[in-house]
């Protein structure tokens, strides 16, 4: 059912163990979210995400997966969860999301989600839901208002009013799981401030008791949008201490992604080479 997986034979990976048990027994409580901080628009991240998914699932238990798409698809992916052809029910009813930029629109993704499908529909008790909002909006009464409201804001608080609804997705859709595991852009997946949002508390800041990985890469190249202008861009290695592929484990060993980052997340995920997905339905924008 899985894709061939070495997951579980990293370095230190007796450590995760417990991630692994997500749910289940005396880890109930405290290791019940893994949040997974990707690098957007690569073809191994999320299928690495989805083989873990996969050997995570098959130890029983009900898990829930969010992923960074908006979640005004909520009854999308709800149609898909349960259709005959899952890849074309995601295509009709999420065409503006699969024809966007971003690298969360990427083929990878969308095969992604075709395989954490067939999981579900081949009996496991999988969900798969959409996390990305925004809370906190002021009560107006006109788009125009609010518009005007929002052009005023720092970017800041446009910030933290996403990282305050990415995190409040999964403080309400995990009630009722054994375990829920998140796939997010790794800024969401830091435990620690960033420089360049001064005061921002970002979303795994807000769920404390969650298991926070970085992904971390041998370089190569992925698609992403920059300065407006979307195409497949060379990325620099993010794999500092040279983890073996396939690899990952929760601690300070084999950390940090970059020099000084060892308290930003709980552990990593070594995915090895990366290589670009381009969006599932290139617009006019696409090269």
Known sequence: MCKSSNLNNGPSNSKLRSAHRLGTGRHRSRTRVLIFGETHGTNEIPDTFARYVCAASARGGKTLVLLEIDASYADAFAAASDADDPRAELLSKMSKHWASTDGRASEAILEM??????????GRALTIR??????????MDSLEKLAAWLAEQ????IQQMGEDGLAEIIRTESEGFDRTIVLVGNVHARKAELTGLPGVQLMAMLVPDSISLIVLHDGGTSW??????ARITDVFKTNAMNNVADSMA??????PAYPGDVPNFDGYVSVGAITASSP????????
Do not use: C, D, H, Y
């Open 280 to 287: 599932a339905m290139p617009s006019a924008e696409t090269p």
């Open 224 to 229: 992403s949008k920059t300065n407006g202008e």
């Open 130 to 139: 959409p996390m990305a909002q925004m809370v906190g909006w002021p009560e």
């Open 154 to 157: 720092p970017p800041t608080k």
């Open 250 to 255: 929760v601690g300070p060993e084999k950390q």
């Open 113 to 122: 989600m075709e395989s954490l499908i067939e999981l579900r529909q081949s």
